[in-house]
């Protein structure tokens, strides 16, 4: 079952324009494990390992601890909501710290 601050590789499918594509990691964000194994949804941010150098951008090591191959970014402004069928498997986890930035990123875009 996927958790809050969990990575997992997500089939987003096919985008529309500057939409995250196919299948790349994604930051589990919500909902909390209390909604339970069958709420059909989780909210998501998608990765990226393009360095854009943006303050929305969250970055993450590739480790043992994360399970990705390369040095990526969470791109806090692209949060969606997807169906639990498109998570593929789980990579990792991040760690509290990482969770806490992208938390107050998420809160200033929502103005919180």
């Known amino acids: 079952m996927a958790s809050v601050d969990d990575l997992w590789l997500v089939d987003f499918g096919q985008p529309y324009p500057a939409e995250p594509a196919a299948y790349r990691p994604a930051l589990i964000l919500?909902?909390?494990?209390?909604?339970?194994?069958?709420?059909?949804?989780?909210?998501?941010?998608?990765?990226?390992?393009?360095?854009?150098?943006?303050?929305?951008?969250?970055?993450?090591e590739a480790n043992n601890q994360t399970g990705l191959d390369t040095t990526s970014y969470i791109q806090c402004e692209l949060v969606r909501s997807i169906n639990r069928n498109r998570l593929v498997h789980q990579l990792g986890a991040v760690t509290p710290d990482i969770s806490n930035q992208v938390t107050t990123v998420i809160k200033t875009l929502l103005n919180h």
Do not use: K, N, W
Not at 34 to 59: D, K, N
């Open 30 to 60: 919500g909902p909390p494990d209390t909604f339970g194994p069958r709420f059909p949804f989780v909210i998501v941010t998608p990765l990226t390992t393009s360095r854009r150098g943006l303050s929305l951008h969250i970055e993450v």
